[in-house]
Nanobody, 132 residues
Framework: QLQLVESGGGLVQPGGSLRLSCAASGFTLDYYAIGWLRQAPGKEREWVSCISSNGGTTKYADSVKDRFTISRDNAKSTVYLQMNSLKPEEAAVYYC?????????????????????????WGQGTQVTVSS
């Protein structure tokens, strides 16, 4: 069974940093593009970032560009999201999700990468709270 497990969430002050991890079990992460999405209470799920299967392509939402960095270590079957200069409005449950395997290299450059429906496998999410 394909599973993704997020970790690294928590409470951080405005302007602080967190690094989220997304670990895969039951399958090899190498072939999958991975997206990070977030959902705040009462809001729709929002795309944050995407990384291609080989790590060669990364994309970011305009709101997080230059503050967030997505990376991956396929040997560890793990994808990371480094989040710096966090803002209170970025408090949300953060999810990682795997796109269909055939799209591994191209997913992140497709407009559909920003749609939650484009992803097949999801983790349970990790809570990020940004508050003083």
């Amino acid at each position: 069974q394909l599973q993704l497990v997020e970790s690294g969430g928590g409470l951080v002050q405005p302007g602080g940093s967190l690094r989220l991890s997304c670990a895969a079990s039951g399958f090899t992460l190498d072939y999958y593009a991975i997206g990070w999405l977030r959902q705040a209470p009462g809001k729709e799920r929002e795309w944050v970032s995407c990384i291609s299967s080989n790590g060669g392509t990364t994309k970011y939402a305009d709101s997080v560009k230059d503050r967030f960095t997505i990376s991956r270590d396929n040997a560890k079957s793990t994808v990371y999201l480094q989040m710096n200069s966090l803002k209170p409005e970025e408090a949300a449950v953060y999810y990682c999700a795997a796109a269909p395997r055939p799209t591994g290299l191209v997913m992140c450059v497709l407009p559909s990468a920003q749609r939650p429906s484009a992803y097949d496998y999801w983790g349970q999410g990790t809570q990020v709270t940004v508050s003083s």
